[in-house]
């Protein structure tokens, strides 16, 4: 069946480093739907990005993914982590149902 | 806008007890899920529903039974609460079954003595 793999359950860095998060999937679909929630601290997970496009960069709030089909990823990114990025991202993949990672607690710090 | 309530906040209960949660949105959604979030494993789809008195079972769904009473709300049954079990259960709606966003309530917050 469908999967999504996150590798990293945790990552620290200091406010004003680049921000990668690592996302892979494993699907029967040609056309998959790729999500990334954000869940802050006492908050509900709420949607932060969605593509379907392969090799299309996807764009909200400083953050940017881009599919990419041939490597079956969309890692999350950031030029500039601010102390308010610190949550717990979950990357998900729309195949008949929605599947989410295990989730990465990113944890910025001055 | 619209809101997703989710009651109660926090349950605590017995071993063996049955517990109910429930959910209510005002978005005229039509698709409702429910999903448990457990540290370092991510949120696991226990049951969801594309309409009223639909039910779809999702990974994990033993232990659990769920009811969609009509298209606003949609309600969790834990059948038989499992000692020192701790979790919070998420209610969330979508318009469909596609690639639209789900939208979250804010939990319930589940102990089990």
Redesign the interface.
């Known amino acids: 069946g469908d999967s999504v793999t996150?590798t990293e359950?945790l990552v620290t860095l200091t406010e004003g480093l680049p921000v990668m998060l690592n996302c892979t999937y494993q699907t029967i679909y040609s056309n998959p739907?790729l999500?990334w929630?954000v869940q802050h601290l006492n908050?509900?997970?709420?949607?932060l990005l969605?593509s379907?496009t392969d090799n299309k960069r996807t764009e909200h709030q400083g953050f940017h993914a881009t599919l990419h089909k041939s490597s079956s990823s969309f890692h999350l990114q950031k030029s500039s982590a601010q102390l308010s990025d610190s949550a717990l991202y979950?990357c998900a993949h729309?195949g008949y149902?929605?599947?989410?990672?295990?989730?990465t607690s990113l944890l910025v710090d001055p | 806008g619209g809101i997703?309530t989710q009651t109660p906040k926090f349950l605590i209960g017995q071993e063996g007890q049955k517990l109910t949660l429930k959910c209510q949105q005002n978005f005229n959604h039509d698709t409702m899920?429910w999903?448990r979030q457990d540290s370092?494993?991510?949120?696991?789809?226990i049951y969801?529903s594309i309409t009223e008195n639909d039910l779809q079972k999702?990974d994990l769904s033993e232990g659990y039974d769920a009811s969609r009473e009509k298209k606003s709300s949609f309600s969790l049954t834990v059948t038989s609460a499992q000692k020192n079990e701790m979790a919070v259960f998420?209610c969330a709606s979508s318009s469909g079954?596609?690639?639209e966003?789900?939208?979250?309530?804010?939990?319930t917050k589940l102990s089990v003595l």
């Open positions: 996150q359950g739907f999500f929630y908050e509900s997970p709420r949607l969605k379907f979950y729309m149902k929605l599947t989410f990672g295990t989730g | 997703i899920y999903y370092g494993k991510g949120l696991r789809l969801y999702g998420l079954t596609g690639a966003r789900l939208f979250f309530g804010h939990g």
